[in-house]
């Protein structure tokens, strides 16, 4: 009395030790042995594991993969597609005088134009980003249950596998379907295409697991969210000189814009493998 039940992690599996005594005459003395000695058989009751759903992690993961789906079909229509004039939809420019630019030196941008750049910039500067968060977030638990060996073979397989089915078949022969359809000149071309998140996660997460093995366990709490507004600020300093610096550099290695991958892929990457690590999620949850 006055003692808390043990607490166990998420996860983990409860073992329960139930003692049977083995002396039949309810505890009398047999052959001169007191009950002291009448030997007990242990039965370990192991009761199965508890996992800990976390239901807002996954209407978040639903949420950005509708968004990701919208941005890329808003994206086809922000260009000049022929006849589906999702461009002219300026009233002074009735002979769409100019349907790939945003000015000719009097018209204002398109309607449609406007709203789809607005939306596409918005999300570009949150959503993939988060997925790269929320995948790091997961990265040293997993790292820690399976070893090296079986955390490096699985990244391989899970994200390796749908990268090199989509970028050596799929994606291709959409291409030939694509050229085809055109009348150009069929050419086979690999290509990640979208799967340019795969590769990256794949490559994020095998760097860290190289380097965890040779790093110490970092402990740290949830930071403040006024340190978190001044690391924001300072990574916009980031994205805004690499944006002026990098030139030609910024697809370099299949990433989708540099400018992103090193002030906002690789930081979100790495916060939630230090969330991870220290439980950050819980903490917000306590609101600790």
Known sequence: EG??????????????????????????????????SAPADVVVDPKPAV???????????TFLTFIVVTHHTVCLFTGCLGNIQTMIMNPNDP?????????????????????????????QGYFMAAFFLI?????PKSLDRKGFRAFVADKIVRLGGPLVLWSAA???????????????????EWSPGVCWFLLWL????????VV????????????????????????????????????????????????YGASMYIPFFAAGVLGGRNDWLKSVEEMK
């Not at 005088?97 to 030196?105: E, M, S, V």
């Not at 995948?135 to 990265?139: A, E, K």
């Open 51 to 61: 996992k800990r759903q976390v239901t807002y992690l996954t209407n978040l993961k």
């Open 202 to 209: 794949l490559n994020f997460s095998i760097a860290y697991a």
């Open 212 to 259: 965890a093995q040779f790093t110490p366990k970092v402990k740290v709490g949830m930071p403040h969210p006024f340190v978190l507004l001044v690391i924001g600020m300072g990574l916009g300093g980031v994205f805004y000189a690499i944006k002026k610096a990098i030139g030609p550099w910024d697809y370099f290695g299949g990433m989708t814009m540099w400018t």
């Open 135 to 139: 995948s790091g977030y997961f990265c």
């Open 95 to 123: 002979a769409n005088a100019d349907p790939t630019g945003l000015y000719d030196g009097t018209v204002k941008p398109r309607t449609f134009y406007t709203g789809a750049m607005w939306f596409l910039l918005v999300n």
């Open 3 to 36: 003692m808390s039940a043990p607490r166990h992690p998420a996860g983990e599996k409860e073992t329960v030790a139930v003692v049977v005594e083995t002396n039949p005459d309810g505890g009398g003395k047999k052959g001169g042995e007191d009950d002291a």
């Open 170 to 188: 799929f994606r291709p022969l959409v291409t030939l379907f694509e050229q085809a359809y055109a009348g150009a000149p069929l050419t086979y």
